[in-house]
């Protein structure tokens, strides 16, 4: 089975989307009925951006940014993002939404598209979205960047010249053209098995749920199904 899903490194909603996944597939992976092949699972991650025209590097408060944005109080914003927080916790995850630094997340996308051609993928992922989900670290920030990269697995020298380059910027385009194309307005969103779509955040049994349905399901034509809203809508440290 396969599931494809888009995300935005600076959205803290894809961050627990994203374990809550690992999770649910931890759970699905460990029961196999009698009889029944060996459930494998493909997942494939794809780059969506939910600001473009963000700067590299945004200065001020990201929750004061997202407050005035969507015209709620700090206090309703800091309750907000303390429940993230308490969300993130549950599954193993820090959210250090105090020290968050909003801007530009495309060169960190074109970094995740390198690792994944140096088979590198999963642990430099980890990395940069543990560097901005509870260090405070600014993805758009090339020296940073470069600094969280070699911390995953990845040659310096190699990340440098990417980033001074135009390589990869195709492959985020291309990820986020597709994402329009299948109606995709929000991230996380999980399309499972090519039929299937997931938007937001879910819960860990709503997606082991879901994951079940669509092995079920197998053998029957793709059907395409539209999603809801993501985590994003109200306001979140995303800013989107």
């Not at 029944?36 to 493909?42: G, L, S, T, Y």
């Not at 407050?67 to 303390?82: I, N, P, S």
């Not at 020298?157 to 910027?169: A, H, N, T, W, Y």
Request: charged letters at 30%; a negative charge; hydrophobic letters at 40%.
């Amino acid at each position: 089975m396969r599931i494809d899903v888009w995300i935005d490194l600076v959205c803290p909603f894809c961050h627990i989307g994203r374990r809550r996944l690992e999770l649910a597939l931890e759970q699905f992976a460990a029961v196999t009925p009698d009889g029944e092949e060996p459930r494998e699972v493909d997942v494939i991650w794809h780059s969506y951006q939910l600001d473009r025209s963000a700067p590299a590097v945004e200065d001020g408060v990201v929750i004061d940014k997202i407050a005035a944005k969507y015209g709620k109080t700090r206090e309703e914003m800091v309750a907000q993002h303390e429940a993230m927080a308490a969300e993130a916790a549950e599954v193993g995850l820090d959210f250090q939404w105090e020290q968050l630094r909003g801007g530009n997340s495309f060169d960190a996308h074109r970094v995740i598209h390198l690792a994944r051609a140096r088979e590198l993928e999963t642990p430099v992922t980890e990395r940069l979205m543990r560097g901005w989900y509870s260090e405070g670290a600014a993805l758009g920030d090339r020296d940073t960047l470069v600094g969280l990269a070699v911390e995953g697995g990845l040659d310096k020298d190699d990340v440098r010249g990417m980033l001074d380059s135009d390589d990869f910027g195709y492959d985020v385009r291309a990820d986020e053209a597709t994402a329009n194309q299948i109606g995709i307005t929000a991230v996380p969103t999980f399309v499972l098995d090519q039929k299937f779509a997931v938007t937001g955040a879910q819960p860990v049994d709503g997606l082991v749920r879901a994951l079940e349905l669509t092995w079920a399901d197998r053998g029957n034509a793709p059907e395409a199904r539209g999603g809801g809203c993501g985590g994003c809508e109200g306001g979140c440290a995303c800013g989107a």
